[in-house]
C-alpha cells in the first residue's frame, strides 16, 4: 500500500504522508508494522529468500544483506516523515531481535519494545529477513511480527490488530460465479473458514498474500484480539480505525 508492489523502490509518497498524518492525528498508542512492498519483495523473489540456504543461487548471502539494507532505507524514510512532524518514533531492527531456531520463530528481546511503548516512543518494526540458528534463513512478514507481539505482549491487552490494505477488506465470492463481490463487513473469526471468500489476485509477495494473512488473523483472534481489516488508501480511514469510528471495511469479531 505504501509503495506500488509492481514497480521496485518505488514510493507512494502521497499515501506515506496522508497515513503518517493520520497516525500521528489519531494519538494512539500503537505499534506500527509495515511489510516490504517494493523494497523487500523483488529482492528477496529474485534471490528466493524465503525457501533459505541455497549455494545454487549466484550471491545469495549478498541479497540476504541487500534485502535487509533496502527495507532499511524503506523504513528510515518513513521514520523521516514522523520525525518531520516532531513525532516520537523508534526504528526497531526486525532481524536483530527475531530468530529461528528448530523450526521455531522466537522473539528475543521483547523488552526493547516493551521499554520503548512506555516510553510513548512509537515502535515501528518492519517485514525483514529473519536469521536462522541452524545456519539459514528467510523472510519474516509483517503478518508474523504482529502475530509474535500479541502472543508476547500479553501485559499490554492489545485492543485490536489494524491490517491497511489496498481494498477495503475481505470479499464474499459470487456464488453465481460471475465477478460481484460483496464486501464481508463483519465475521466471528470460528466462522472465517465457512465462508467462500474471493480471491482478488495478488501482486508478487513472497510471504504468501492473503491466504497467509486469513492463517494470521486466525490465529491473532485466539488471543481474543479483535482484527479490523480497512483500505488504508481511503482517505481518513487509517484515523477512524484508531480512533474506533465506524467505516467501510471487514471487522473479524471474537466468540466469548
Ligand atoms: O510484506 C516481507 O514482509 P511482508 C518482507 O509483510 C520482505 O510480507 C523483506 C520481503
Redesign the pocket.
Known amino acids: 500500500m505504501l509503495t506500488d508492489k509492481n514497480n521496485p523502490l518505488s514510493l507512494r509518497k502521497d499515501v506515506i504522508k496522508s497515513a503518517v498524518k493520520q497516525i500521528i492525528n489519531a494519538d494512539e498508542n500503537i505499534i506500527l508494522i509495515h511489510?516490504?512492498?517494493s523494497f523487500?519483495?523483488p529482492l528477496?523473489k529474485k534471490y528466493r529468500i524465503s525457501k533459505g540456504i541455497d549455494k545454487t543461487i549466484p550471491n545469495q548471502i549478498l541479497g540476504v544483506a541487500e534485502?535487509h539494507h533496502s527495507?532499511i532505507k524503506f523504513n528510515s524514510y518513513l521514520i523521516e516523515q514522523f520525525l518531520k512532524s516532531n513525532y516520537p518514533v523508534l526504528s526497531i531492527q526486525t532481524s536483530g531481535i527475531f530468530i529461528e531456531k528448530s523450526n521455531k520463530i522466537s522473539l528475543e528481546s521483547l523488552d526493547i519494545i516493551e521499554t520503548a511503548l512506555n516510553l510513548n516512543l512509537m515502535p515501528v518494526l518492519y517485514?525483514?529477513?529473519l536469521l536462522e540458528k541452524e545456519g539459514s534463513f528467510s523472510?519474516?512478514?509483517?503478518?508474523e511480527i504482529i502475530l509474535k507481539l500479541c502472543e508476547n505482549l500479553k501485559a499490554y491487552s492489545i485492543s485490536k490488530v489494524v491490517f491497511a490494505m489496498e481494498s477495503d477488506g475481505l470479499f464474499k465470492a459470487d456464488e453465481l460465479g460471475g465477478s460481484n463481490c460483496q464486501l464481508l463487513t463483519e465475521c466471528y473469526s470460528n466462522e472465517l473458514d465457512d465462508i467462500n471468500l474471493a480471491d482478488l489476485g495478488q501482486k508478487i509477495?513472497?510471504?504468501g498474500g492473503i491466504k497467509s494473512k486469513l492463517t494470521h488473523i486466525k490465529k491473532i483472534c485466539k488471543y481474543k484480539i479483535p482484527v479490523q481489516l480497512i483500505n488504508g488508501l481511503t482517505e481518513g480511514n487509517i484515523y477512524k480505525s484508531l480512533r474506533n469510528q465506524k467505516i467501510n471495511c471487514t471487522n473479524i469479531l471474537i466468540n466469548d
Do not use: Q
Open positions: 511489510g516490504g512492498g523487500g519483495h528477496a534485502t527495507m517485514g525483514d529477513i523472510i519474516l512478514s509483517g503478518d509477495d513472497v510471504t
